[in-house]
């Protein structure tokens, strides 16, 4: 099960990277400016550094089986749920910031990693209740 995780942590993080090159591409950086987005820099810059800093608790778990690991990937994996969430409904909604970067964003990428961020939480959360028990 630890492995799964690591598999579908890695998976989501690829398309979350794929999200992240075609908002820098797109001139997510230069909309910051001009505050034409609705993804402010530190919003969208912080949810991948601790989803990588979760990642780097979980590879941790993964090397020592201590649970405490798992626990604070989790914790750290809240977080960035949270954070992945409110940049979620930022997209959906739109409004008077849709000509942002973020309108280039393909909606299977989107899905594909908001899908994948859940799988990732529950995932985590089964682990590390289950590593606990062990």
Do not use: C, N
């Not at 990937?73 to 409110?86: D, I, K, P, R, W």
């Amino acid at each position: 099960m630890e492995h799964a995780v690591l598999a579908v942590w890695i998976v989501t993080s690829l398309a979350g990277l794929h999200l992240l090159v075609l908002w820098l591409a797109g001139g997510g950086l230069r909309q910051q400016e001009t505050k034409v987005t609705a993804f402010p820099s530190a919003l969208i810059l912080a949810h991948p550094a601790l989803a990588v800093a979760g990642l780097g608790l979980w590879v941790a778990f993964l090397g020592t089986g201590d649970s405490s690991y798992a626990w604070a990937a989790f914790g750290v994996l809240t977080a960035v749920a949270l954070l992945g969430f409110t940049l979620f409904t930022r997209w959906l909604g739109g409004g008077r910031h849709a000509r942002g970067a973020e309108r280039r964003f393909p909606v299977v990428a989107v899905a594909l990693h908001g899908i994948g961020g859940v799988a990732t939480f529950v995932l985590v959360l089964l682990a590390a209740t289950m590593a606990d028990r062990l």
